[in-house]
């Protein structure tokens, strides 16, 4: 039994919606999905609604983005309150800082000659959590750019033309914000982030566990991760990233996660929620 704990929808920066990926899911024979989108849990009713019909096990997820020592890192919640009002104040100023970065990168677009209106992102996204991905779309569909990867590479990757930092809240306050709301806290893919260093301080700030297994993650990563997991006693956490098909592709399932981990995880969840 393998499951898949790292899944984007359409209410972040994914292009399928909650329904779909359990669908995929499902016939992929997975025993577990987690959905985990940018700054928000709106699809979490949806695909635990899904999953129950699917007869598949579902667990409530969030990707929050956080810093250490000026390095932006990705903290995973799992097994938290969708309905958590703390957590919900924060990711709604979360949201509202997104929002407002699509407006001023919609600016600088405007000021290289690029005609793009910020509506125009916001209809094509249709959620919360706006990012990039959806100024890169907008872009091609627009007809600014020929594809999405070339719309990062002329603007949006780091320090081109309309890239504009994010607001990261540090990932003690994330790791903070998912134990109040009865969750557990992970790293996501540590091997994309330049994080090895940090990890022991991520850990005393109560980090649960490490996302080892990743689309992204050579197998020597893979293995680097586990022994650390070991070392410092925490969770091993692992998933797709999926974020819609890719080369005609979706990517949910490729990365297999060794279903114990999933009880693991839920385990530790309990222990703490009797802490
Ligand atoms: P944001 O949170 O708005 O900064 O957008 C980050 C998202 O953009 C990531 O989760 C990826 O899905 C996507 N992304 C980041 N860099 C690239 C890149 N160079 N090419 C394509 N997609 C990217
Ligand atoms: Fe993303
Ligand atoms: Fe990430
Ligand atoms: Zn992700």
């Known amino acids: 039994m393998f499951a898949d704990l790292h899944l984007h929808s359409r209410f972040s920066d994914g292009t399928y919606a909650p329904e779909e990926l359990v669908s995929l899911g499902q016939r992929l024979g997975l ?3 987690a959905l985990t989108d940018h700054d928000t849990m709106e699809g979490c009713a949806a695909m635990a609604a899904a999953s129950k019909s699917a007869g ?4 409530s997820g969030i990707e929050l983005t956080a810093e250490h020592n000026e390095y ?3 903290i995973l919640g799992y097994a938290l309150d969708p309905e958590n009002a703390k ?3 924060a990711i709604a100023k979360f949201q509202g800082v997104r929002q407002n ?3 001023e990168m919609v600016t600088r677009l405007n000021e290289h ?3 793009l209106r910020a509506e125009e992102v916001f209809d ?3 959620c919360r959590a706006p990012g990039r991905p959806h100024v890169a ?3 091609v569909k627009g007809g600014h750019c020929a594809s999405f990867d070339e719309a990062f590479e002329r603007f949006l990757k780091k320090n081109r033309p309309a890239w504009v930092p994010k607001f990261k809240m540090s990932a003690a306050r994330a790791i903070e914000l998912i134990h109040q709301a009865g969750g557990v806290a992970a790293l996501a893919h540590p091997g994309l982030n330049r994080t090895d260093d940090v990890i022991p301080e991520l850990v005393e700030a109560g980090l649960d566990g490490l996302e080892c297994f990743h689309t992204k993650h050579s197998a020597s990563a893979t293995q680097r991760y586990l022994k650390m997991a070991k070392d410092y006693r925490v969770l091993v956490t692992g998933g797709s990233d999926c974020h819609g098909s890719s080369k005609g592709k979706p990517l949910i399932g490729t990365v297999k996660l060794p279903y114990e981990y999933v009880e693991k995880l839920k385990q530790r969840q309990v222990e703490s929620l009797n802490r």
């Open 101 to 103: 970065r699509i407006r």
């Open 124 to 126: 094509l996204a249709n």
């Open 31 to 33: 025993a577990a999905l």
């Open 137 to 139: 779309r907008a872009l």
């Open 56 to 59: 598949m096990e579902f667990i």
């Open 113 to 115: 000659e690029i005609p």
């Open 72 to 74: 932006e890192l990705h």
């Open 87 to 89: 957590l919900l104040t």
